[in-house]
């Protein structure tokens, strides 16, 4: 799989959102909830334009170019906010988390927008970057279609029924073309061409002959799809009160953020779920035990890791999920 280049003109355009945020920070009308909105409206609809007007044969040859540039603009934006809640900078967001969308400063909040800020990012500059250079992005879509559709479970229920459930702003309403849009981005991937591979007819025949025993890495995913299976209906039933003292015992003394009310669509985000659960805004009570870090963090790790090798070897050795070669036609002797 080639690692496309990344959008130098997207990362400068993206940027810009230093200042602009700053600056923001000190306008009079951004302390109210409608100003905030109105604002971040206009704010969207200028860049929207900026990028039809510098790079309009790439929004020809592919519309996903100005959507993900202006992904890119946002996910800078959610670093900067993750950073200010956590202390690293001041006097850029506070506007926004204030007046726009205060859920932003739980602990899942500050974690989505690490994920959407960084890996999110790099995302958005690779397809964009190849889109310029006219190459295939389908692989690197559909990861970012999985990773955005588990951002949105985290985000959704964590603000609809977390702790600003009672403090939803009309910001709020921006996130519903946040989420039409990859849906119909989703749709535009999964269309593409897929990315011939370089496997022949005999190499397919030969790998789709072979056993299970003779496929050891197979073998072990396999083994660990079971026990994550399992881990996965574990933490369900732990999630809905289950009786069992196993269940008691696993929520008290190794993830006591699992009490959390809505804490069951941040599990299925792994990053949010292992960063909130030791994050300061957590709670005391749902945080990690200090001296159960360690089984947490190596559970849950596997647990992140897991899907990615299987992802990696379905890359790497593609002639098992091909199709089949045909096979040599049939003969048929003539009747007189």
Not at 52 to 72: C, G, K, M, N, T
Not at 172 to 184: N, Q
Not at 228 to 239: D, K, N, P, Q, S
Not at 282 to 300: G, I, L, M, Q
Request: net charge positive.
């Amino acid at each position: 799989m080639d690692i496309p280049p990344l959008a130098g003109k997207i990362a400068v355009l993206s940027l810009g959102a230093l200042p602009l945020s700053f600056a923001l920070n000190y306008v009079s009308l951004l302390s109210y909830p409608l100003g905030v909105v109105l604002m971040s409206t206009l704010i969207l609809g200028l860049l929207s334009l900026a990028i039809y007007s510098l790079s309009r044969s790439d929004i020809y040859y592919d519309p996903l170019y100005a959507v993900f540039a202006v992904f890119a603009f946002t996910s800078v934006v959610d670093l900067l906010i993750a950073l200010q809640e956590d202390g690293y900078m001041a006097g850029f967001m506070a506007f926004y988390t204030k007046e726009g969308e205060p859920y932003l400063r739980t602990a899942h909040g500050v974690f989505i927008c690490y994920w959407d800020g960084i890996v999110h990012y790099l995302l958005y500059l690779a397809m964009t970057g190849a889109i310029r250079k006219r190459k295939s992005y389908r692989n690197f879509g559909l990861y970012w279609l999985g990773s955005f559709i588990m951002s949105i479970l985290v985000f959704l229920p964590g603000n609809i029924l977390g702790k600003y459930s009672s403090e939803i702003r009309p910001t709020f309403f921006l996130t519903i073309p946040f989420l039409l849009v990859p849906c119909w981005a989703g749709l535009r991937v999964f269309n593409q061409t897929q990315v011939p591979t370089c496997c022949t007819p005999n190499m397919v025949e030969e790998d789709q002959r072979k056993g299970l025993l003779r496929r050891p890495v197979d073998l072990a995913l396999i083994i660990y799809l079971i026990f994550a299976a399992f881990f996965t209906l574990f933490r369900g039933l732990v999630v809905l009160d289950c009786p069992m003292d196993a269940c008691f015992v696993y929520i008290y003394q190794y993830e006591p953020y699992l009490r959390d009310p809505v804490t069951y669509p941040k599990v299925q985000a792994q990053f949010s779920h292992m960063g909130a659960s030791m994050h300061l805004r957590t709670p005391f009570t749902y945080r990690v035990p200090e001296d159960a870090w360690a089984s947490f963090f190596v559970c849950n790790l596997l647990y992140a890791l897991g899907p990615h090798l299987l992802a990696f070897r379905c890359l790497w050795r593609p002639a098992f999920f091909l199709r089949p070669p045909p096979g040599p036609p049939a003969h048929h002797e003539k009747q007189h």
